[in-house]
């Protein structure tokens, strides 16, 4: 292709979030050119393989569906002909460290039973009615805040932000996670359960607001879904609709941009004009790498970074019957936990542990009577995971299995790898390997957190984890949808 090829758009970054991206404003008539410096697109979407076995090597958990299906629609396409997925009837099942275990059913009658077994009869109703709020939270403030640009002081009285008001004041916003979570349950067992759902934007829920618990609905209320060819199938149907449309890749390219009066230049293997500039991949690499705006480096150097994670990819060659998809093994100490990760920032001795095992839905992930398994626990971002601490945390996990199964795994792990914030950083370009960007681990994190559109920089716009709204799957589309709005202006 000849120099200076002319886009409507490029876009920085083929994970999820750039191909989203790519997708609506090709619907809309847009060039788009997307650059991305890997071989592949992907993101934190990535896979593993060895002899049979597949592995997810991100993200493991799947909620509201109907962000993807909403992409399809946008081409006039049929999602079932690219991506087929199913609702769990339960979305995950936690064991504590005094051997009981408790599944989280949707079914309201079915959890309220469980519960009971679990605690109480007390405590059900508790936790029921912490659901009903949690609903109710999310429909109020959670769905509008995420769904939109991030109010700054010019919005303040806007009047779907005013009317909101009254929610914000609630005692969620005035206590901690923990502290809320605590005012809530006398079971203390299911105060570390809901403390978990902090941990999924990677913060601390001893620091966090109460606001988070909101957290908890979509996966408890809206419900777990579960792609039937893996997590990886997400991205991989997205991107053959995005080419199908006529959206345009580059791999394997790392660019730099200069702001122009037209747009930017990008300059790559090749060099490329474009009207509008989005970045899709963590903002503070963005702004050193590409953009070169040794500022912007420097404000957003200073936010706390989110948490980041050691995960090991054990090929097993046993099938455990009692495993479901996804698993949570609770650390005896919770608390403690998020002390040395936060306080300390040093990696857990006795961490909670979150298996997941794919081929539980999908049998072709590992041969025939085996399982694959992806074994995670919460690390702080940059601090290494060096071959003594994996060997020490790989017999925690030997430990914690045998103390809730009963089974001593370790001579059915024929296959190790694993994944940890120096890889995560390497791979994708998250900054220190947080996973989520910057934490949340203040009061007003949320609105701290990266804009989806540039003050300093015309035409520039941002999107994916470590942006407004956050990280995980739900929240990088809809970083592409508010992107996405602005071409409307």
């Known amino acids: 292709m000849r120099d200076n090829a002319q886009y409507d758009v490029v876009i920085i970054g083929a994970g999820l979030a750039g191909i989203a991206c790519a997708i609506r404003l090709r619907a809309k008539g847009n060039s788009v050119l997307v650059i991305e410096k890997n071989k592949k697109h992907g993101g934190k979407l990535d896979e593993v393989h060895w002899k049979g076995y597949r592995w997810d090597k991100g993200p493991s958990l799947f909620t509201e569906p109907e962000l993807i299906e909403e992409l399809f629609a946008l081409c006039n396409k049929s999602t079932g002909d690219y991506f087929e997925y199913e609702e769990l009837n ?29 605690s109480s009869a007390s405590e059900a109703h508790q936790v029921l009615d912490y659901i009903e709020e949690s609903k109710e939270m999310y429909e109020t403030v959670g769905d509008f805040f995420i769904s939109n640009p991030k109010p700054g002081l ?14 914000f004041v609630k005692k969620q916003l005035r206590s901690t996670l923990h502290n809320f979570n605590t005012s809530k349950f006398g079971d203390q067992r299911l105060v570390q359960l809901f403390n978990r759902f902090g941990t999924y934007n990677g913060s601390n829920p001893y620091q966090m607001s109460g606001l988070y618990a909101m957290i908890s609905h979509l996966e408890i209320s809206k419900g777990t879904f579960a792609p039937k060819k893996g997590m990886r199938s997400i991205v991989d149907s997205l991107y053959i609709l995005s080419k199908e449309i006529g959206v345009e890749y580059r791999f394997s390219e790392n660019a730099t941009a200069k702001e122009t009066k037209e747009g930017y230049l990008i300059k790559s293997t090749e060099h490329y004009a474009t009207k509008a500039l989005i970045c899709a991949i963590d903002h503070i690499p963005f702004y050193e790498h590409v953009l070169q705006d040794s500022q912007c480096v420097k404000q957003y150097k200073r936010q706390e970074r989110s948490s980041s994670g050691l995960v090991f990819y054990w090929a097993i060659n046993k099938a455990i019957s009692d495993l479901e998809l996804h698993n949570m093994l609770f650390s005896k100490d919770y608390e403690t936990e998020n002390d040395t990760i936060w306080r300390e920032k040093q990696n857990p001795l006795d961490p909670s542990v979150y298996i997941n095992v794919g081929s539980t839905q999908n049998n072709q992930d590992a041969p025939d009577g085996c399982q694959n398994w992806f074994v995670m626990i919460n690390t702080p971002a940059n601090v290494v995971c060096d071959t003594k601490y994996r060997a020490r945390m790989k017999q925690k996990v030997i430990d914690k299995i045998q103390l809730s199964f009963g089974i001593d795994i370790e001579p059915h792990i024929i296959h190790e790898d694993y994944w940890d914030c120096q890889g995560i950083e390497m791979d994708t370009g998250s900054y220190k390997g ?3 960007g910057s934490s949340s681990n203040s009061l007003g994190s949320a609105l701290k957190r990266h804009p989806n559109r540039s003050k300093n920089h015309k035409r520039l716009y941002f999107c994916g984890g470590s942006v407004h709204p956050g990280g995980g799957i739900p929240l990088v589309l809809r970083s592409a949808k508010i992107v996405d709005s602005y071409f409307n202006e």
């Open 90 to 118: 339960a979305s995950a099942t936690y064991h504590f460290h005094d051997g009981s275990k408790l599944t989280l059913n949707k079914n309201k009658n079915q959890l309220k039973q469980d519960l009971t077994k679990f």
């Open 434 to 436: 947080a996973l989520y």
């Open 154 to 167: 010019r919005n303040v009285f806007d009047k779907q932000l005013v009317k909101r008001y009254p929610k």
